[in-house]
């Protein structure tokens, strides 16, 4: 295949954040599960999803991200298949929660973290096929019922998470898109009565009624809501703070065996995961929080700088729905492991454990960096 873009427009430095980002991730994965070295099993499963993600990153970056866009109904159809797959076959988990296909020798697959970059990719194409059309209402229905199918096959999972994560990401992408402010503003005040309602329901013990909500999500945010009334359920999150406060500046060092430790004292749940950067926090300390903190800043500042010089429509809204999803999923994870959000659920990109996750966020930027080689230099596209 021939190149048709300059390499010396690589966007090594996005490329070089990721991957500290990554290694980091591994030895903070290390130290929130107690291995005592590289090889144990999740750790390992780690570095090899880690290494897989980078190959598969920079073999994406490489290929004219303009031949993902002409493929990019038959990645729809697969994401919504993916997910057919997983109500079928799928695993499920403590809560009941069925996200996960089981396969040989690979083990467990999450789909829903691959529609990500399937949904970002059809809808960069829809958005730039039809550009001249963007605000006749037929066009803007058919957008919102493509919205509607995969996201309702991952709230019957249910995956709320998920489902916020994607919603968010879309409404990034139809924000940057050249749609009317008429459609947004329209599409806001729905969302505002949406809440509003949401927030009634809540204030007055009807939130029974809200049909995606399960009875645990409910109950994370009543805790939030209300955590004296709730502190047998509001502990994960109290012992979040207290390890993230006790790292002070410096943090007592990854793999410490001090026996003040919140994380050596088990009060932590899902500090591998959702409560990750709770041991980011008492480890690296308020030096290394901030730092990890900047660099995922660097990311988005960048995804939004690949946005602005991209050739076309469809580059453009790649780059934006990547800096949303990780904008918002890595933003969102902190925000509830220091206690201004409910649990979500919500994990945090490169330190979460999690093969897929890896692969599907290596896989986006892959593409993203690809959109980044050819602004330069080069005539825009409208």
Not at 96 to 103: M, P
Not at 165 to 188: D, E, H, Q, R, Y
Not at 246 to 251: A, F, P, T, V, Y
């Amino acid at each position: 295949m021939k190149l048709d873009y300059n390499l010396k427009r690589y966007d090594f430095p996005l490329l070089i954040a990721i991957i500290i980002l990554n290694v980091i991730g591994i030895f903070i994965i290390r130290s929130a599960t107690g291995a005592t070295g590289f090889d144990d099993p999740q750790v390992l499963r780690q570095i090899l999803g880690s290494f897989a993600g980078l190959v598969i990153c920079i073999a994406l970056s490489l290929v004219d991200y303009k031949h993902f866009m002409r493929q990019s109904t038959l990645m729809y159809v697969l994401s919504v298949a993916l997910l057919i797959g997983v109500m079928v076959y799928g695993t499920a988990s403590g809560h009941g929660a069925v996200r996960w296909i089981q396969l040989p020798i690979i083990g467990k697959l999450q789909p829903a973290e691959f529609v990500k970059v399937g949904l970002i990719l059809f809808y960069a194409n829809y958005f730039q096929k039809v550009k001249d059309e963007i605000n006749l209402p037929h066009i803007v229905f058919l957008a919102l019922i493509y919205y509607s199918v995969p996201i309702a096959l991952i709230l019957l999972q249910p995956n709320l998470s998920t489902a916020i994560i994607l919603t968010v990401i879309i409404a990034s992408m139809v924000f940057a898109s050249p749609i009317s402010s008429k459609w947004i503003f329209g599409a806001l005040l729905i969302g505002l009565l949406f809440i509003g309602i949401f927030f009634y329901l809540f204030r007055f013990g009807h939130y029974d009624r809200i049909p995606f909500l399960k009875d645990y999500q409910a109950d994370r945010i009543l805790t939030f809501l209300n955590p004296s009334e709730n502190q047998q359920s509001f502990y994960q999150q109290m012992y979040s703070m207290m390890a993230i406060g006790s790292g002070k500046l410096n943090g007592k060092g990854l793999n410490n065996d001090s026996i003040f430790s919140v994380k050596n004292g088990d009060f932590l749940v899902e500090e591998d995961n959702d409560f990750i950067f709770a041991v980011i926090g008492e480890e690296l300390g308020f030096k290394g929080s901030v730092v990890i903190i900047i660099i995922f800043l660097f990311i988005i500042i960048d995804c939004l700088i690949i946005a602005y010089n991209a050739k076309n429509i469809s580059g453009r809204l790649v780059a934006i729905g990547m800096m949303a999803w990780i904008g918002f999923q890595t933003y969102t994870n902190i925000a509830v492991a220091t206690g201004l959000f409910p649990n979500t659920g919500i994990t945090l990109p490169f330190f979460s454990r999690g093969v897929s996750s890896l692969i599907s966020v290596y896989a986006g930027f892959g593409i993203t960096l690809n959109v980044a080689l050819q602004r330069r230099g080069q005539d825009r596209e409208d």
